[in-house]
């Protein structure tokens, strides 16, 4: 078990602010975490934060307090058949390299979610999904500790109650369980998911439409995504900043008639609207505010232009969120979670 104090927390976040926190802690088992967990409820007092590899987060100050990471390792098959393979992976392993071992081991599902940032316990807790995917499709159960007692517990794919870059760890039992492995059920034989129809278009420019193998689909995301989004280690981001809202039938109706271009998605509650579309309406595409700003190529990225604070890329978050407010009526929830103590 790895444990500084005075840790800094710049390779800790994929914004590139240099933060630090009071202590720093990396368990790689079960056993560990509990042993953390009981030292911490001996001090009440002193705050923590679990996070996965930073991908998610906006710090705004140093972390008065202690910062848990998982290094939980290992990709162990506990079930197959001759369709579907169980596949249970420690909450530490980095998301993107499981899905490349998924790939080489023949097991298909989550290659449209090749290259996002982030680890395997994050993946179930913020439900991440791209190009028609999201990863509850393929969850099946969550193993977890509880923080109140060390007590582990086994999440359902109905315990999580899932939505969009939603799950009841983010809600209804936020911070009260600690994801330490994640259980996928995945595909021995491959079909192609082309429910997101850009995807389709990229697949059909290379002539691969109907001899598209995995590798192919994974490679073509890849390609996809380093054209147009800025690599963290070069310019610092957290990817998707904002989550695409999701509005009424009327209320789409009514904007439709105004901008007849508007690009829309079917959503379980209403009409999904891409959220880069309208920041790059109301004008921030390419723009920026101080030492933040938003990513020329993709207007739902927000970057770090060089030494920017978490205060600085926060004040660009709420003029882009008050810019699309003012001319959609649409206010734009962050994708990011803010953090402060």
């Known amino acids: 078990m790895k444990k500084e104090r005075n840790y800094a927390l710049l390779s800790h976040n994929t914004f590139g602010i240099p933060v630090r926190c009071n202590t720093f802690v990396e368990y790689e088992t079960i056993e560990e975490l509990r042993m953390v967990l009981e030292e911490l409820r001996a001090t009440p007092n002193e705050p923590f934060l679990h996070i996965g590899a930073g991908s998610n987060l906006l710090f705004l100050s140093d972390y008065k307090g202690t910062i848990l990471h998982s290094a939980i390792k290992g990709v162990e098959i506990v079930e197959e058949d001759e369709d579907t393979v169980s596949v249970c992976v420690g909450a530490g392993v980095v998301w993107d390299d499981f ?132 690599d963290p280690k070069e310019q610092g981001n957290a990817g998707s900043f904002f989550m695409n809202p999701v509005i009424k039938h009327e209320k789409f109706v009514d904007l439709h008639g105004r901008y007849p271009d508007m690009p829309s998605f079917p959503a379980q509650n209403g009409v999904k609207v891409p959220a880069a579309w309208l920041i790059e309406q109301a004008g921030w595409k390419g723009k920026s505010l101080a030492r ?50």
């Open 292 to 341: 933040a700003g938003v990513h020329s190529k993709q207007a739902l990225v927000l970057v770090n232009l060089g030494g920017a604070t978490g205060a600085e890329i926060q004040a660009l978050c709420q003029a882009v969120q008050q810019a699309v407010q003012e001319k959609f009526g649409i206010l734009l929830k962050p994708e990011v979670n803010f953090i402060s103590t």
């Open 99 to 230: 899905v490349a071992e998924a790939v080489m081991r023949g097991w298909y599902g989550i290659e449209n979610l090749s290259l996002i940032p982030g680890e395997v316990g994050a993946s179930a807790v913020q439900n991440i999904g791209a190009y028609g995917v999201e990863v509850e499709e393929v969850i099946e159960t969550v193993a977890t500790i509880a923080v109140a007692d060390g007590t582990e517990r086994l999440f359902s794919h109905a315990d999580c109650d899932y939505g969009y870059r939603q799950s009841v760890f983010k809600n209804a039992l936020k911070g009260q369980y600690i994801v330490t492995s994640v259980t996928y059920r995945l595909n021995k034989k491959f079909c192609p998911n082309y429910r997101y129809v850009a995807l389709q278009r990229e697949v059909e420019q290379r002539n691969l439409l109907s001899t598209a193998t995995a590798e192919d689909i994974r490679r073509i995301v890849i390609e996809v995504r380093n054209a147009k989004l800025p």
